[in-house]
Every structure is written in structure tokens, then in C-alpha cells.
């Protein structure tokens, strides 16, 4: 398995460098740390008492790799899941912040566990999730990945704006379909037809 370092560097890699897109709720982001993160954290790197676009421009790739690893994998207990879910549930946070813990209770509700959904990971989630692993060790990360790709088709179902990260323009899968589709086994991604029949009525 890899390290939590290893998977936030390959994080870092899918998130890439600075973006500020008019269309992406997060605002201007680097390294996939976007500014309200920053500012939560207080972060005001270029030290003129604010926290700013420019504070943004500044993140480090190192800066980046330790606010993943404290603050969306160690802080919210990530890395008190099975192993097996760690990089998938870690990208996700990133991604989407509580609502990869959301999509995991869900799913271990649909599996017939027991358990809240919060958004928070606790004893609850903790056993749950270990239990989940027990029944169903060589379906349960590909169920979470399936689950995820849900999401980002169900997010861009309500949001036009966000179609472009789930469709290219030349119809094939978005970024978010792809990233999802990374920690799915082959054999249950989508074919290309699936996923224009997916997104036909976006037209």
C-alpha cells in the first residue's frame, strides 16, 4: 500500500497548479487548495495582512502536500478507515470536503450497516466501515468509486456550470468522471457509449 505522502503526491498530480476558473464554486485554487482554505487556515503567505489570489500564486507544492495530509486525511481520521479506502476517501476529501465521508455512510447504510450520516468520521463510521471490508473485501472500493463517479454525474445533473468537469467537449468523460474511474477496478468503468447515454440529456 502506499504512504499518505505518496498518495498526496499523487493528488497534487491530478490537481495540477493554479486555476481560477469563473465556474468553479472554490475560487482560485492551487495545487487544489483553494482560497477559503486557505483563509480558514489563515495562511497569509505574502504577509500583507490579507489572504488573497497572490497568497494563492504563492502555495507551494510542499505547502500543499502537508495541509492534504493534516488537514484532509489526519484531521478528519481518514486514516482511521481500511487501508484498502484511504486513497480513495483521501482524493475525495480533497475533492469535496465532508461530503466524501457522506458518500461512504451511504454506503455502508446501503449495505445494511447501522449508522449515521454525518459527514464525520467516528468510532461509528470506524466499525462500520471495517465491517463493510469483512463482507464485501473485494467489492468495497470499487462500490466507493462507483458511488463517487455517481456524484460528480448527479452534481452536474443540478449545475450546468459544472458539466465541462464531467464531459469534454468532445462528449468523452470529464475530468471528474475520469478521477472517480482511477480507483475503479476496469471492468466497471463506463464504456464511451455508456457515458454519452449517461450525459444525453445535458444536450
Known amino acids: 500500500m502506499q504512504t499518505v505522502h505518496q498518495i498526496a503526491s499523487d493528488i497534487l498530480d491530478r490537481e ?36 488573497s489570489v497572490a497568497d494563492v500564486r504563492a502555495l507551494t507544492r510542499d505547502q500543499a502536500e502537508e495541509i492534504f495530509v493534516t488537514h484532509y486525511f489526519q484531521r478528519p481520521s481518514i486514516h482511521m478507515l481500511p487501508e484498502a479506502l484511504h486513497a480513495s476517501v483521501f482524493d475525495m476529501y480533497v475533492n469535496a470536503g465532508s461530503n466524501a465521508v457522506v458518500l461512504l455512510q451511504r454506503l455502508l447504510r446501503d449495505m445494511g450497516l447501522d449508522i449515521i450520516v454525518d459527514g464525520a468520521i467516528g468510532p461509528q463510521t470506524i466499525r462500520a466501515a471495517f465491517a463493510a471490508e469483512v463482507q464485501a473485501p473485494d467489492h468495497l472500493v470499487d462500490a466507493y468509486g462507483i458511488a463517487r463517479r455517481n456524484y460528480y454525474y448527479r452534481l452536474a445533473d443540478n449545475r450546468p456550470a459544472s458539466r465541462k468537469y464531467a464531459r469534454r467537449r468532445d462528449g468523452g468523460k470529464g475530468g471528474w468522471i475520469r478521477r472517480a474511474e482511477a480507483f475503479i477496478s476496469p471492468r466497471y468503468h463506463l464504456s464511451a457509449a455508456e457515458h454519452e447515454a449517461r450525459v444525453a440529456a445535458w444536450d
Not at 482560497?35 to 497569509?44: K, P, W, Y
Request: proline share 6%; net charge negative; charged share 20%.
Open 16 to 51: 495540477g497548479g493554479f486555476v481560477n476558473d469563473p465556474d468553479d464554486p472554490g475560487g482560485a485554487t492551487n495545487f487544489g487548495v483553494t482560497i477559503q482554505t486557505m483563509r480558514r487556515l489563515g495562511l497569509d503567505l505574502t504577509g500583507d495582512g490579507a489572504v
